[in-house]
């Protein structure tokens, strides 16, 4: 059977997240669609359980990486892995279900009804995080507004619940994209708008995780503030 849709599902040290996140996208897919659990060499073993649950499932299919090199080339290797095949559509979710997997139909829906990114929102009408604090709210909120002032009019752009119409991954320079923390989610994004494609926020409600580490760190929080000028810099030099 053909295979319309891809699930990009980047994985390091998520063992007790990647076989009930797995589990639940298998609920919500189709028969048309499946998993690629991008693996950067996790040490508690999640690529060898993914390997396991592959060949359970059916549907899994795992991109074992020799190292983590951060979330943005774990993204760029799956997405080159999808595009190998005849799929239409790919999405990105994180697996620590702070995005969840019942959502992943309006996802693709909002995609066939026109769009060529759809982005799972906190920040539109319906949209929530319910689990955050005021501070951590407040600083969230500042950076999207920051990145809306310098960037591009989406009210989430470090939004990482996305799914792409094949030919946007084709047509943005995934080469160019360096990228490594979640400043991935804005360039990405951003180069999708500077292509002329179409964006639909899509609202979500984002929870935190319950289960493993947080990869949050203040290197990933700098590089996103740093490569929003850059990429408006670029952007004006006619470089994007």
């Known amino acids: 059977m053909d295979v319309r849709l891809v699930v990009c599902l980047p994985t390091y040290n998520e063992r007790d997240n990647v076989e009930p996140m797995l589990r639940a996208l298998g609920d919500v897919l189709g028969d048309d669609g499946r998993v ?18 592959g060949r359970e499932l059916g549907f899994v299919d795992v991109l074992h990486r020799t190292r983590k090199e951060g979330l943005g080339p774990a993204y760029v290797a799956g997405f080159r892995h999808a595009l190998g095949s005849d799929v239409e559509l790919i999405l990105q ?3 620590d279900f702070s995005h969840d997997p019942s959502d ?6 909002a995609v066939e009804a026109g ?20 501070i951590r709210r407040g600083i969230s909120y500042g950076a999207s507004v920051y ?16 799914c792409y119409r094949r030919r946007v991954l084709e047509t943005i320079d995934l080469d160019a994209v360096a990228s490594k923390g ?3 989610q804005i360039e990405t994004t951003y180069r999708t708008l500077r292509a002329g494609f179409t964006v639909v926020e899509v609202p979500i409600t984002f929870v935190d995780r319950e289960l493993g580490g947080s990869k949050m760190s203040r290197a990933i ?8 000028p850059a990429l408006r810099v670029a952007a004006l030099r006619g470089r994007l």
């Open 93 to 95: 979710m994180d697996c």
């Open 147 to 162: 990145t809306r002032a310098l960037l591009m009019p989406i009210r989430d752009p470090t939004g990482g619940f996305k």
């Open 36 to 53: 690629l659990v991008i693996d950067d060499a996790s040490p508690d073993g999640t690529g060898e359980l993914a390997d396991r649950l």
């Open 182 to 184: 979640y400043a991935f």
């Open 115 to 134: 769009a060529d990114l759809a982005l799972g929102s906190r920040y539109v009408r319906g949209g929530s995080i319910p689990s955050w604090g005021v």
């Open 104 to 109: 992943v139909p309006r996802l693709v829906a």
């Open 221 to 228: 929080v700098l590089e996103a503030a740093w490569k929003v």
